[in-house]
């Protein structure tokens, strides 16, 4: 008995669209689940009585986001609809805001820090300008900062630098717990996306690109996959109280809850699911189980 799908896609989040999107301009039959009622994931939009609060990322910068432009053209999204914010971000202290937050021009604003970190600004600037073909936002463990976390980071330099600049930048952008979280990803995608001033949002809330993706995609919401076991020559996915058969799944949702759903995943098949030996980052995993069509470069990649 032939599948029901080429491939479902688990989690409609901008890996699981994105992902989606692709495999379809490729020619296949594809399907996302997602458990919740609406797509997005983290850059889901929250509207109420004409207001729109963005839940997770709420900006996009000109730079350092190939892809995403890509998808936007190849979408119809004008640049219109994608305005730059053109203001600087501030950090609170002293009863005020104090602006220049990711921003090279911090070093003569203050941007909330004291002098003397000012001037350790100024060394992290040089350092990481000096490096600069070291950071690779792709490959972040390569990276002179190694596998320090934020705060180990920070540890070198006046406190200021962590509790009003790595910190903020850190938890407010990233979500991050600076003493579990390496320096080396924010380091290398701050090189990548270039001061705040040159940042970008979209007019009608971050969900914007994940919406017109699904508009174009066979998308089921509110429903929750609960397994997805692999059979010979295909997979079988539990969603809900129904059985589903595809020639693969490629799940797109974070790392524990990807190597949860595949109850009979060999325990060398996907590294992106096994807890990470160094300090972690956010992350995702989309691993490709089952057969493969076309045939990917391995069972499971990391998004």
């Known amino acids: 008995m032939s599948p029901d799908l080429d491939v479902a896609v688990v989690g409609a989040g901008m890996a699981g669209l994105t992902t989606a999107h692709e495999l379809r301009r490729a020619g296949l039959e594809v399907r996302v689940y997602e458990q919740h009622e609406h797509v997005g994931g983290r850059m889901r939009g929250f509207r109420h009585d004409g207001y729109t609060i963005d839940e997770g990322a709420e900006q996009i910068s000109e730079q350092g986001y190939r892809a995403t432009w890509e998808l936007l053209s190849r979408l119809g999204v004008p640049r219109g609809d994608v305005p730059r914010i053109g203001k600087s971000v501030g950090v609170w202290r002293g009863g ?18 004291s002098p003397r970190a000012r001037l350790d600004l100024a060394r992290i600037l040089a350092w990481t300008g000096s490096h600069r073909r070291e950071f690779d936002a792709d490959h972040p463990e390569r990276t002179p900062a190694g596998h320090l976390t934020v705060r180990e980071f920070a540890r070198r330099y006046h406190r200021d630098v962590h509790d009003y600049l790595l910190q903020p930048v850190a938890g407010s952008f990233f979500g991050w717990d600076t003493a579990r979280s390496a320096v080396a990803p924010m380091l290398s995608l701050l090189q990548e996306v270039g001061p705040a001033t040159g940042w970008r949002t979209y007019r009608d809330g971050m969900d914007l690109l994940a919406r017109r993706l699904a508009e174009g995609l066979d998308v089921v919401t509110g429903r929750q996959v609960h397994e997805v076991v692999t059979e010979e020559g295909r997979v079988r996915l539990r969603v809900g109280n129904d059985s589903v058969t595809a020639r693969s799944a490629v799940l797109c949702v974070p790392a524990p809850v990807a190597a949860r759903l595949h109850v009979n995943a060999p325990p060398t098949s996907c590294r992106s699911c096994r807890p990470a030996p160094s300090p972690p980052r956010s992350r995702s995993a989309a691993c490709w189980t089952g057969r493969s069509h076309p045939r990917p470069a391995s069972p499971c990649t990391s998004c």
Do not use: I
Not at 99 to 108: K, N, Q, R, Y
């Open 96 to 113: 005020r805001a104090h602006p220049g937050v990711a921003d090279p021009s911090a070093v003569l604003t203050g941007a909330g820090l």
